[in-house]
């Protein structure tokens, strides 16, 4: 099934719109939505339910209503949750959160990235790193730090669309690749 990107972008607007702007608050609403996402994607009876047709609204609804009120959604986000499902666009779910964690961050201008390191890198390294990919794109980087030996030295950096592949293992790749054309 297709997922309407107009649609979706909307929906997070209309979520992001009817939110207090704390960073608590649109966390707490962020991991709402991956507890949604988890629930479609692995829970059978939850998906037949908002994707069958046959289902009534009401038993929608009451089931959509169960789900939010046991994660303590507030009122306001729990109307625009269950008006997907009214729309009959419950597959966006799978994607929804997404979609959201890059509108609050278009929103706070922030860009979540990754480095990605063959070594444990010290806090001196990774402030010079934020620094410098904050400078290139011009935005505030928030990054997650993951160590893998299988890159044998070096590091990748992701921030939104930017990548930097500085490690030995892609080098390796690249020479072979290089090599192997001769």
Do not use: C, H, W
């Amino acid at each position: 099934m297709k997922i309407d990107k107009k649609y979706f972008r909307k929906v997070v607007n209309e979520i992001i719109a009817k939110t207090d702007k704390s960073e608590e608050n649109l966390l707490k609403i962020s991991s709402i939505l991956d507890i949604l996402n988890k629930l479609f994607k692995e829970n059978q009876t939850f998906r037949n339910i908002v994707l069958n047709p046959k289902a009534s609204m009401e038993d929608k609804e009451k089931l959509m209503e169960k789900v939010l009120s046991a994660l303590g959604v507030d009122a306001e986000i729990s109307k625009l949750l269950i008006k997907i499902v009214k729309d009959k666009k419950a597959n966006i779910f799978k994607e929804l959160n997404k979609v959201f964690k890059f509108e609050v961050e278009k929103f706070f201008g922030t860009v979540q990235g990754e480095i990605i390191s063959a070594y444990k890198i010290d806090e001196a390294l990774l402030n010079e790193i934020k620094s410098v990919i904050e400078s290139k794109i011009g935005k505030k980087v928030e990054f997650t730090v993951k160590e893998d030996n299988s890159l044998i030295g070096g590091a990748v950096i992701k921030a939104g669309t930017y990548i930097i592949d500085t490690s030995v293992k892609s080098y390796l790749k690249r020479l072979e690749s290089t090599l192997s054309r001769f």
